[in-house]
Nanobody, 124 residues
Framework: QVQLVESGGGLVRPGDSLRLSCTAS????????IGWFRQAPGKERECVGS????????FISSSVNGRFAVSRDDAKNTAYLQMNRVKTEDTAVYYC?????????????????WGQGTQVTVAS
């Protein structure tokens, strides 16, 4: 069956960098756009970035623009969320999701498969 597994979360300090990974199995990874979402306590889930299935384009939310970046390595069936200069407000559970032949939508309902999430806590 399809599995998306996020890793790389943890406790970091403000200003640190962190890279999350999303490793997929059970699907043809190169056919899927990948979106990165997060949900902070008491808040709705939001998309922070995505990358098209071709990898030709990536998109970053204005809420994290300039600090986060999305990439993919199809040979490793893995997508990445690079988080730089993290802030306390970046504390959330981070999820990756897969959208077949997707164009990098920020809309949750576009995504067919979801990971279980990884916790990122930013605190001094």
């Amino acid at each position: 069956q399809v599995q998306l597994v996020e890793s790389g979360g943890g406790l970091v300090r403000p200003g640190d960098s962190l890279r999350l990974s999303c490793t997929a199995s059970g699907l043809t990874f190169s056919d899927y756009a990948i979106g990165w979402f997060r949900q902070a306590p008491g808040k709705e889930r939001e998309c922070v970035g995505s990358i098209t299935w071709t990898g030709g384009s990536s998109f970053i939310s204005s809420s994290v623009n300039g600090r986060f970046a999305v990439s993919r390595d199809d040979a490793k069936n893995t997508a990445y969320l690079q988080m730089n200069r993290v802030k306390t407000e970046d504390t959330a559970v981070y999820y990756c999701a897969a959208d077949w032949k997707g164009r990098g939508s920020f809309v949750e309902s576009q995504y067919e498969y979801w990971g279980q999430g990884t916790q990122v806590t930013v605190a001094s």
